[in-house]
Nanobody, 121 residues
Framework: QVQLVESGGGLVQAGGSLRLSCAASGRTFSSYAMGWFRQAPGKEREFVASISRITRYADSVKGRFTISRDNAENTMYLQMNSLKPEDTAVYYC?????????????????WGQGTQVTVSS
């Protein structure tokens, strides 16, 4: 069982930066593939980035966002730079007990409660 808690969301102007954190419980954090997803009002939850032995990004965030993890601290991060109004959404971290990540929400078994990111124009 893994419990996930996101933090770091907030209100930022376009072009600004935010760093999201996802703190995980459990002693096997390093064996889980992790992901970030986001959901804007009226839209489906969409893939942002995943990290396992490799990192993957959605085309919409490639070059602006960086996913990373600190297994010693049981924490995953999402550094978001050059933010745009269309990045506004609730951001969720997720975990799956597989070696490889996935861009499909249903492939993840564990989810955090989400953190709101709002980018003003």
């Amino acid at each position: 069982q893994v419990q996930l808690v996101e933090s770091g969301g907030g209100l930022v102007q376009a072009g600004g930066s935010l760093r999201l954190s996802c703190a995980a419980s459990g002693r096997t954090f390093s064996s889980y593939a992790m992901g970030w997803f986001r959901q804007a009002p009226g839209k489906e939850r969409e893939f942002v980035a995943s990290i396992s032995r490799i990192t993957r990004y959605a085309d919409s965030v490639k070059g602006r966002f960086t996913i990373s993890r600190d297994n010693a601290e049981n924490t995953m991060y999402l550094q978001m730079n050059s933010l745009k109004p269309e990045d506004t959404a609730v951001y969720y971290c997720a975990a799956r007990n597989f070696a490889s990540g996935s861009g499909v929400p249903r492939d993840y078994s564990y989810w955090g409660q989400g953190t709101q990111v709002t980018v003003s124009s």
